[in-house]
């Protein structure tokens, strides 16, 4: 943003003839920036009454201004990685995926993401050979779209040293431990890479209208130094944001309260907690998660205990003590049955308050049954969820039927939550869905079952202020466009602004301007906004050509 000549400070920036999603007014049409603070919101004739030469005045032409999104769940070294490797979601057969391999430019390993062999005609997965043949001797490593599993070549199988882990046949597929090496295998590259794949990252998450994402990063993902990475592009040397905001987790585990304390003071100050990925669990695409019946599609398989109740308890209490976040990474209903085991047995130790009062947080919860829902309100354990994984495997045929019959029209309950008061915020788990937020909305507001469904506002709040209130961000106002408040917010190009709800005996007095209901982009039109500009904190991410033309 241009800065004025009598300061250092930037220009106030006026936006106008538009529309500003704020509690402040519903039916304001400009904001004014001053600063790294949201100075004023109101009207045109508001807006007309303040415009002087000093500012800088940004004609909306009926865009929308709203908060900025927050990604409660994204691995910025994996997204970059992702970005810039063979795409292999559309592959629909093991000679597609051969075929990418064989294409696949450059020298050294050749890497991949994203094939799902749940979908396929045949399910059936190239060999190691095979891979080996068609990379022309390159070592392989393809991510499943859950990155809980990959195929290797035989050449990438030997030099990370996979014979007699666990998780490795001698096959293709790997998972568990032999897919952790197999990973940290390709990730052994020049600190310059690995920076260029999380500027990568954050520039596709700013191009997206994001101003803050928590990364997870945990020992089997990145190691420490790629968490110090992720978490220093916060200290920028130019005096203010050049990418959204990082909220570092590290997925770490600890049986005391000194240890707790330790493992946090290695860290650079920020660090949100020792939660994230810290595996109870895997995932559902793996067949890894843990169930509490067999796996519809296997027989005999029930997935994987990655930590037992008692070491779960003892790293919740040892974080409740220390006053800091604990959490875990877990998705199948067994998975869940042990985290909350350990809830009781902390709160046992050290008292349900202190419990409660450390703000801990469980990652994608997908499987919650009553009982387990009210258990997590009782706790006010966060639940950050990724609605765009019912949009991908949800419903009849996908995913979460094949892997689990019945039950799999149960996933993913955000009406159960919301109505239970247990706080919700919402992530991508890129690069396991991409950073498309107005998506993940529309995934709320269409959940595949029709009693999960929420409205497209408490969606927003949950992908936006409940984010920052999830990660336990010091100012009370962040995530929301009032005077006084942080100037982080997006501005959207839309087609029309509507009132979604997922109940029609509500919309007809929602959508009454009575109702003074804030109105967010039409979600239904076949298209998602398109993101015009992203600001964090007054200072401008990403900017497209046609927000100033």
């Known amino acids: 943003m241009p800065r004025s000549d009598a300061t250092?400070?930037?220009?106030?920036?006026?936006?106008?003839?538009?529309?500003?999603?704020?509690?402040?007014?519903?039916?304001?049409?400009?904001?004014?920036?001053?600063?790294?603070?949201?100075?004023?919101?109101?009207?045109?004739?508001?807006?007309?009454?303040?415009?002087?030469?000093?500012?800088?005045?940004?004609?909306?032409?009926?865009?929308?201004?709203?908060?900025?999104?927050?990604?409660?769940?994204?691995?910025?070294?994996?997204?970059?990685?992702?970005?810039?490797?063979?795409?292999?979601?559309?592959?629909?057969?093991?000679?597609?995926?051969?075929?990418?391999?064989a294409g696949a430019p450059g020298e050294g390993p050749v890497l991949g993401h994203g094939w799902d062999e749940s979908a396929w005609a045949d399910p059936a997965l190239p060999s190691a050979e095979e891979l080996e043949r068609a990379s022309g001797g390159r070592p392989v490593y393809l991510s499943r779209v859950d990155v809980h599993s990959a195929l290797v070549s035989t050449s990438m199988a030997e030099s990370a040293a996979l014979r007699n882990k666990d998780g490795y046949d001698g096959g293709a597929w790997v998972t568990r431990a032999a897919h952790e090496a197999a990973r940290l295998a390709t990730r052994q590259m020049p600190q310059e890479a690995l920076k260029r794949h999380q500027a990568r990252a954050l520039g596709e998450a700013a191009a997206n209208g994001y101003v803050a994402v928590a990364e997870m990063g945990a020992p089997h993902i990145g190691g420490t130094d790629d968490l110090r990475m992720a978490a220093g592009w916060n200290l920028d040397e130019r005096g203010g944001p050049q990418f959204p905001e990082v909220m570092p987790y590290w997925g770490g585990l600890v049986s005391s309260e000194e240890q707790a304390r330790a493992l946090v003071a290695q860290f650079p100050p920020g660090l949100r907690g020792l939660a994230g990925d810290l595996n109870i669990d895997g995932s559902l695409g793996s067949r890894t998660a843990a169930l509490r019946s067999d796996y519809s599609d296997?027989?005999?398989?029930?997935?994987?205990?990655?930590?037992?109740?008692e070491q779960a308890a003892a790293?919740?209490?040892?974080?409740?003590?220390?006053?800091?976040?604990?959490?875990?990474?877990?998705?199948?209903?067994?998975?869940?049955?042990a985290a909350l085991e350990a809830l009781d047995l902390a709160a046992k130790e050290v008292g349900e308050q202190r419990v409660r009062a450390a703000g801990h947080r469980f990652e994608h919860v997908e499987m919650a049954d009553a009982a387990a829902v009210a258990r997590l309100a009782h706790y006010s354990v966060t639940v950050s969820a990724q609605p765009a994984f019912d949009a991908a495997w949800g419903g009849p045929g996908g995913l979460y039927g094949r892997r689990l019959g019945e039950r799999g029209g149960s996933m993913n309950p955000f009406a159960a939550f919301y109505s239970a008061g247990v706080p919700v915020c919402f992530g991508s788990d890129s690069p396991v869905t991409p950073l498309r937020p107005w998506a993940s909305v529309r995934a709320c507001v269409e959940h595949h079952n029709p009693g999960e469904r929420i409205s497209a506002r408490a969606a927003f709040l949950g992908h936006t202020r409940a984010g920052w209130r999830a990660a336990r961000h010091p100012n009370p106002m962040a995530g929301q466009l009032v005077p006084g408040a942080p100037a982080s917010f997006a501005v959207w190009e839309v087609e029309e602004l509507m009132v979604q709800v997922a109940d029609g005996r509500v919309q007809s007095w929602s959508t009454d301007p009575r109702a003074r209901t804030p109105l967010l982009p039409a979600l239904d039109t076949g298209s998602d906004p398109v993101c015009l500009q992203t600001v964090k904190t007054g200072a401008e991410l990403f900017a497209s050509p046609a927000l100033r033309s």
């Open 8 to 101: 250092s400070r930037p220009a106030p920036v006026l936006y106008r003839n538009g529309s500003v999603y704020t509690a402040a007014d519903p039916f304001a049409t400009a904001m004014l920036v001053d600063g790294d603070t949201v100075a004023w919101v109101g009207s045109e004739q508001g807006a007309s009454s303040i415009a002087d030469s000093s500012m800088e005045i940004i004609d909306l032409r009926g865009a929308l201004v709203a908060p900025g999104f927050v990604d409660s769940h994204v691995h910025l070294t994996e997204t970059g990685i992702a970005l810039e490797s063979l795409q292999l979601g559309a592959a629909t057969s093991a000679r597609a995926v051969l075929d990418a391999v």
């Open 298 to 309: 296997a027989a005999g398989e029930r997935g994987s205990l990655y930590l037992g109740v």
């Open 315 to 337: 790293h919740l209490a040892a974080c409740s003590l220390a006053g800091i976040q604990g959490g875990f990474h877990v998705i199948g209903d067994a998975g869940l049955d």
